[in-house]
Nanobody, 123 residues
């Protein structure tokens, strides 16, 4: 049974930084594609970043140059370093896992999800 547990969310002022972590268990982590999504109030869940099993990374245009996704296969953990945060980055951030190594970036392309962690950026 795959379990994903996010941590690191909080309240930060605009321009600040946060680092989210997602600890994974119940899977061969190194073989999974991992992703981060976010959902703001009243909006659909949207893709933020993804990292493939060999380390290739992909970013949504809204966060490119500000966010960095990384993984530590020895710790079964994926990270999201968020810099230069903006109020529009406020959302619940979710970690997701894809064991079929697909290329899509929608919610249906990931099979397992964490419970989410709240990020609030104040202006």
């Amino acid at each position: 049974q795959v379990q994903l547990v996010e941590s690191g969310g909080g309240v930060v002022q605009a321009g600040g930084s946060l680092r989210l972590s997602c600890a994974a268990s119940g899977l061969q982590f190194s073989r999974y594609r991992m992703g981060w999504f976010r959902q703001a109030p009243g909006k659909e869940r949207e893709w933020v970043a993804a990292i493939r099993s060999r380390g290739s990374t992909y970013y949504a245009n809204a966060v490119k140059g500000r966010f960095t996704i990384s993984r530590d296969n020895a710790k079964n953990t994926v990270y999201l370093q968020m810099n230069s945060l903006k109020p529009e980055d406020t959302a619940i951030y979710y970690c997701a896992a894809d064991g079929r190594l697909r290329w899509g970036l929608t919610t249906t392309d990931f099979d397992d999800w964490g419970q989410g962690t709240q990020v609030t950026v104040s202006s």
